[in-house]
């Protein structure tokens, strides 16, 4: 395997390392540290991720999404220029070929699908201005995301918003959801 | 000397701004939101303070993924309102007051924070809707403002406990600034609500009352929550909240709360506000 790790991470996660079929001790050769080293690294990132990954129908913007999200993000930053505005809805494929983006994530631009763009790394303020662009209010937004139309997402906020109880863990969802 | 007289806190809810700038404040809708700002604007134009410090976070507005400092000090001469999507709010320029700022970034660099300074910035509605609620629609703003952006877009935002701790140099940095000036600090954001994903529209009331409770009892104890509890109990975007531990943290131990709002929904948001004068 040495010689042939440039250009790899040196430090890749366990989905990686099933691509590039490497062992724990082959993996942990490449990064010179032990194999129960790696393990307690892998195990820590996973302790970091499982904290706040439990909450449901909620996605953190952390490192990682950061990373899968800029072109993304700064794409939706450039619309906070008009000019940007006007040439975006003159032609949107020709504005977002301006921004190495993935497929998937021009697919989910131009089908509005705010819950797809944040899977994709996008962050609701950066996705804002899209919205904004379109001349959509953040509650309609908001709404979009929820599988409510606009009225029926109004309502349940006048009515004092989404209740706490019952939404705090993917547990409490899986049982609501028989 | 200069010193800290009181803290103020409140939600920055973007649509509180649309409905000032659109002549709304008198729909039904919004009149309640309104009302509970009647006696702070009366509070505060007593107050009358030299400078106030606004602690707020940026939306993707003055900084973008390129550049993320954690907290970062406006030193500049004044802060253009920023066109967010739909053109600018048309409220005054928001004029600085570099010297008491250059103060407070040097200070508390020394005093071991590490304070990004920023001479060029534009303000969004996390600076503006507070001065508006405060303040308003006056000609000019009634007292120059030092802008303290706090990072709560990209995770991790700091710590609550961190917050505060800044709030106390900030304390230190005010007071051996060798003018007389009453300074006023400002913690926005939160309450609960979460603008993303299914569970968008969030909000809990419980969470926020404590929260409340504890800014004026027992601000230690709220500088124990951790992020993921912010981001579980008060939504992925409640967890602006620390921002008001900046604004307690500069207070003394001892404060007298002079007035409490809440009130859902604004928006997407439960908004809340609070008074607390030193004692």
């Not at chain 1, 309502?155 to 993917?170: F, H």
């Not at chain 2, 729909?27 to 939101?33: A, M």
């Not at chain 2, 710590?159 to 106390?168: I, N, V, W």
């Not at chain 2, 809440?262 to 004692?279: A, K, Q």
């Amino acid at each position: 395997m040495t010689g042939a790790t440039w250009g790899r991470p040196r430090y890749s996660c366990s989905a990686q390392r099933a691509c590039l079929r490497l062992t724990i001790s082959e993996e942990a050769a490449q990064i010179g540290a032990s194999a129960n080293e790696l393990v307690e690294r892998k195990t820590h990132e996973l302790t970091m991720a499982a904290d706040y990954d439990d909450i449901p129908g909620t996605t953190v913007f952390d490192a990682k999404r950061s990373r899968a999200g800029y072109h993304l993000n700064m794409f939706c930053m450039s619309l906070l220029k008009a000019e940007n505005r006007e040439a975006f809805k003159a032609n949107e494929d020709a504005y977002l070929g301006r921004f190495p983006m993935s497929a998937e994530q021009r697919k989910a631009v131009r089908a509005r699908d705010y819950n797809r763009m944040i899977e994709l790394g996008g962050n609701i303020y950066y996705l804002a201005k899209l919205g904004a662009t379109d001349g959509h209010s953040f509650q309609y937004i908001a709404a979009s995301m929820t599988g409510l139309t606009q009225e029926q997402y109004a309502q349940m906020m006048l009515n004092g918003g989404r209740d706490i109880e019952g939404n705090r863990s993917k547990a409490e969802w899986a049982k609501k959801n028989g | 000397m200069a010193r800290i007289v009181a803290g103020v806190a409140m939600s920055h809810v973007p649509a509180i701004g649309a409905a000032i700038d659109n002549g709304k404040t008198g729909e039904p809708y919004w009149v309640p939101v309104f009302k509970g700002f009647e006696f702070s604007k009366e509070w505060i134009r007593k107050l009358k303070p030299d400078v106030a410090i606004v602690v707020y976070n940026d939306h993707a507005t003055a900084f973008s993924l390129e550049i993320i400092p954690t907290f970062a000090l406006g030193c500049a001469e004044e802060f253009p309102p920023a066109d967010e999507g739909w053109g600018p709010r048309r409220v005054p320029v928001v004029k600085g007051h570099p010297d008491l700022a250059w103060h407070i970034a040097q200070s508390t660099i020394l005093d071991e924070f590490d304070m990004t300074i920023v001479n060029k910035m534009e303000v969004d509605h996390g600076l503006t809707v507070p001065l508006s609620l405060m303040c308003g629609t006056p000609e000019e703003w009634p007292f120059p403002v030092i802008p303290l952006c706090v990072n709560v877009v990209q995770y991790p935002p700091p710590t609550g406990h961190r917050c505060y701790m800044l709030g106390k140099a900030i304390r230190r940095a005010v007071e051996s600034f060798d003018r007389d000036l009453r300074v006023l600090i400002f913690g926005t954001g939160g309450m609960s609500h979460q603008l993303q994903g299914p569970r968008a529209g969030l909000s809990n009331r419980k969470f926020d009352y404590a929260f409340l409770d504890g800014l004026t009892k027992d601000p230690e104890a709220l500088t124990r929550i951790k992020p993921v509890e912010y981001l579980r109990e008060s939504g992925s975007e409640g967890i602006e909240l620390v921002m008001w531990l900046v604004m307690r943290g500069a207070l003394n131990d001892r404060v007298e709360e002079v007035h409490r709002f809440h009130h859902i929904p604004v928006s997407n948001s439960s908004l809340g506000h609070i008074i607390l004068e030193n004692r």
